[in-house]
């Protein structure tokens, strides 16, 4: 799974999320009068994590299941890059094209950290035709997402099956509550614990597999958009584009961007304009 380089930081959003959740269900069993000892059941835990796991395995292809564990580093960190860094290295790169010739990154584009600007880049210089590079680019960008969206599935799948699987702990627990009716007080105590099991599967489902897997989406959006502004200004570099066109064009990515002076003309390469 190739990504864009950048620096990894915690997403405190979904870690604020967790802990929001988590304290607000806790807290209200409190407020009520409960202990939390009262949703502490080890056996109940085992039933709906290995269960719903299991049924995952069974729904998943290994190779999509791999990559869907991959994608947990997507709901826990988040990368630092925005569309703004990305437009002003293009627009650098242009205004180099511009004054010395394409050729001339042939350099540079060996040494781009970026997967696929660098493969971008690299077709641009060696000469590939326009229609060719943008439509190799495009079916890069289209498999990716389909694989990708493939992996958020999993997290969905596992969503819709911890319910049910709470729901079969809580049957197993009303099967052992039967065996003793003759002691009342117990039975009460035991379908009580019973039906732990289903507050685990509801519970894990909409916190966590179903919230991470809308993230693991929303960040597959985002990367998309990422590498569609990178493939439009380097259409624009091979089709000789002013820099100030291509930013204009680009900017269309980031509409909150503000013009950065001194490097909307054709000064300076990456380096300058980075700087």
Known sequence: MAESKGKLRLDFATIG?????????IGGLLLEGGKLKDITQYTAGLIVVCGTLGAVMV????????????????VLMERVSSHEQAIEEIVGYAVKARK???????????????????KAMNLAVDGCDLSELRSMMELQIAVEEHHAEAEAKVFEAAGGYAPTIGIIGAVLGLIQVMKHLENIE???????????????GVAIANIFFLPAANKIKARIGMETERKELILEGIVGIVEGLNPKLIRAKLEAYAPGMKPTAGNTGEGGGPQAVAA
């Open 59 to 74: 729904n998943t292809p290994m190779k999509t299941l791999r990559g869907a564990m991959g994608r947990l580093r997507q």
């Open 100 to 118: 010395v010739g394409l050729v001339a990154l042939e350099a540079e584009a060996a040494a781009i950290d970026d997967p696929f600007l660098r």
């Open 17 to 25: 999320g967790l802990l929001l959740a988590a304290g607000g269900i």
């Open 186 to 200: 117990e039975v009460g105590h035991g379908i009580a614990v019973a039906f732990v099991a289903t507050v685990y």
